[in-house]
Each structure stands twice: as structure tokens, then as C-alpha cells.
């Protein structure tokens, strides 16, 4: 019997890629989970929307927006487990609108913790990324590496975990902080760089990508929410920061060359220059140490690379509607 049976959670960015997967393995785990997705006229719940219908008459969807304090607070009245994953996680799009991006994840984040303070909430697991790590000065990466806002996004997770820290050191929050690196698999928009590739080498000759050199650890999406629900578990981990990663890079370049190989058609590779961010603010390398996650959470991926894409593939050769791989997505 899982120890989530029963037990009221909130996933805050319920419709997101990495959340919509999070709430069905809640789900399947016998919590009682209430979605909080942002409000659109349209009521659109994301990619739950692709959630089997059993799973989808076991949600209580709640609208709003994080950045308002009394609809974050609202919504976490009654809950034993926050995951906090809502954000804006695009850097492209951090760019061109940094406050919106800032808003959103540090004050939802400030709003996500006063809740949870005022309503005395057992756990809230604080999604972190890798990107507030920047190019790595050591490899591999460990939680004690030093944190370098490259881009306003990473800038403003940056903002956004030192708060959980200081609710945790000021006002004893029970809050965890994790911290994936490169998530992947079915769901994942074409804002990322392993869907961009796909949906190019699936439907065109050529796939435009920016800078080839850089390296990425990643993670398949089932082992990114499994790692979140042993955080909402484990004991002794409050306070802790928690890379989670697989403890392997790949350049991007080798990357495109070995979905090509999955993906079985001769596709040529090109630069195009509006993909490419500005120098200073690239990511060079990333690489996960994922020993802390191992001790700590018992957590360990267990999908492969070459799986895990074929997965993928498959995903997105059957969702041709959510792609438009002529056109670059910010």
C-alpha cells in the first residue's frame, strides 16, 4: 500500500510536461490530487487533457495564476503535499520578457511558501533546474557547486530557491528542494532541444539547431517524477537540495546525430543563428552527481538513453499536431 493513499497533495503547473506525468503517478499511487493550472478562457488543463479519462475523474482542477497570493492560498488550503513545479521555464522567452518570467517564479514561489506557512502544510517539494548551476566549473555537478544566473530564468530559480532556503532557515518550512536536470520524453514541447530535433528529423531533410557544442544530462520523465515522489517520503531531506540526473553528458551535436540514427531517415544538420543564445549567457556543460539523490531518496534512473527516446519518438510520430518543426518556438 502506497503512504500517499488518501492523501490530499497539490502539483502546482499541473498541465506542464513534467507535472502532467507527476499527477498521474499520484494518482496511481491513491492521493487525492488537486491540479492548479493557469487560468485560460478556454479552461485548457495542458497535456492532462491527454490523461486516460479514469485518471481525470480523480483530479480536482483548480484555476489561477501563482502570482495571486490569495488563489495560491486558496488552492493549498486543506493539503498535506505541496509539488511545486509550476513556472516559466523557457530561456529564449526569458529574454525578451524577463519581468513576466521573474513574476511568475519568484513570486509564485513567495506565494507557494506563505501558503504553506499559514496553513501549516506537512511538505513542499520546490522544483529547482540545473540551469541555476551555469557552465560548469567542476564536473560532475554537485548540489554544492556555485550558483550563476546566465540567463534571466536561471536568475529568477535562482530567486526563487534561495527563498524556499530562507523559509525553511527563518520560518521551519518543511520544504525540499530538487533539482533536475534535462527532463525528457512524451509530452515535452519544442521548446526543448530532444523534441526540436525529433519533430525536424521525423518531417524535414534538414533540423535547424543552434550551438552543436554544448552539453546536457538527461533524464527520462518517468525517473524525474518518481525522484519527486520519494522527496514527498523520504525522511531527513527537509532543508536539502537534490540534483536529479543521470549522471551522463552528451553534446547537442551528438545528440541530433544519435536521433537521427533512432529516427532512421539521412537528415543533414545546420545552424540556424537565431537559435543561438547570447555567449556569455549559453550553458557550456552540464553534468549531474547524482550520489545525494541515491543516499538520500533511494533514487536511481532506470530508463535508458537509447529507450527513452524511442519512446519519445514514437510520442511525437503520433502527435504531429503539437509540433510545428518549420517554425522555431521560443
Same mark, same amino acid.
Given at each position: 500500500m502506497s503512504e500517499l493513499v488518501n492523501i490530499p497533495v497539490l502539483v502546482t503547473g499541473a498541465g506542464g510536461f513534467i507535472a502532467s506525468h507527476l499527477v498521474e503517478r499520484l494518482v496511481s499511487e491513491g492521493a487525492r490530487v488537486r491540479a492548479f493550472v493557469r487560468y485560460t478562457a478556454r479552461s485548457d488543463i495542458g497535456y492532462l487533457r491527454l490523461a486516460p479519462p479514469d485518471v481525470l475523474s480523480k483530479i480536482d482542477f483548480v484555476f489561477g495564476d501563482l502570482r495571486d497570493e490569495n488563489a495560491v492560498a486558496d488552492a493549498m488550503r486543506g493539503i498535506d503535499i505541496v509539488f511545486h513545479l509550476g513556472a516559466l521555464i523557457a530561456i529564449p522567452y526569458s529574454y525578451l520578457h524577463p519581468r513576466e518570467v521573474v513574476e !511568475?517564479? #519568484?513570486?509564485? $514561489?513567495?506565494?507557494?511558501?506563505?501558503? *504553506?506557512?499559514?496553513?501549516?502544510?506537512?511538505?513542499?517539494i520546490h522544483t529547482s533546474t540545473s540551469e541555476v548551476y551555469g557552465t560548469a566549473l567542476r564536473v560532475p555537478i554537485d548540489e554544492e557547486h556555485p550558483l550563476q544566473g546566465q540567463s534571466p530564468y536561471s536568475a529568477s530559480k535562482i530567486g526563487a530557491d534561495k527563498l524556499v532556503e530562507s523559509f525553511v532557515r527563518s520560518f521551519e518550512v518543511p520544504a525540499v528542494t530538487i533539482r533536475p536536470f534535462n527532463t525528457y520524453g512524451p509530452r515535452q514541447s519544442a521548446r526543448a532541444v530532444i523534441p526540436t530535433i525529433i519533430s525536424q528529423a521525423l518531417t524535414r531533410?534538414?533540423?535547424y539547431l543552434g550551438d552543436l557544442t554544448p552539453t546536457r544530462?538527461? !533524464?527520462? #520523465?518517468?525517473? $524525474?517524477?518518481?525522484?519527486?515522489?520519494? *522527496?514527498?517520503?523520504?525522511?531527513?531531506?527537509i532543508?536539502?537540495?537534490?540534483?536529479l540526473g543521470n549522471d551522463r553528458e552528451i553534446s547537442v551535436g551528438e545528440l541530433a546525430q544519435l536521433i537521427i540514427q533512432l529516427v532512421g531517415r539521412p537528415v543533414e544538420l545546420k545552424t540556424d543563428p537565431a537559435r543561438v543564445r547570447p555567449s556569455a549567457s549559453e550553458v557550456r556543460r552540464l553534468h549531474a552527481d547524482n550520489r545525494k539523490a541515491k543516499a538520500k531518496l533511494g533514487w536511481s534512473p532506470r530508463t535508458s538513453f537509447d529507450e527513452g527516446l524511442a519512446k519519445t519518438i514514437d510520442w511525437i510520430r503520433a502527435h504531429p499536431e503539437f509540433f510545428a518543426p518549420e517554425r522555431y518556438t521560443v
Open positions: !511568475t517564479n #519568484v513570486i509564485g $514561489t513567495l506565494n507557494v511558501l506563505m501558503a *504553506a506557512r499559514a496553513h501549516k502544510t506537512s511538505r513542499v531533410d534538414e533540423i544530462d538527461f !533524464t527520462y #520523465v518517468a525517473d $524525474t517524477a518518481d525522484g519527486f515522489v520519494r *522527496a514527498a517520503l523520504a525522511d531527513s531531506v532543508g536539502e537540495t537534490i540534483n
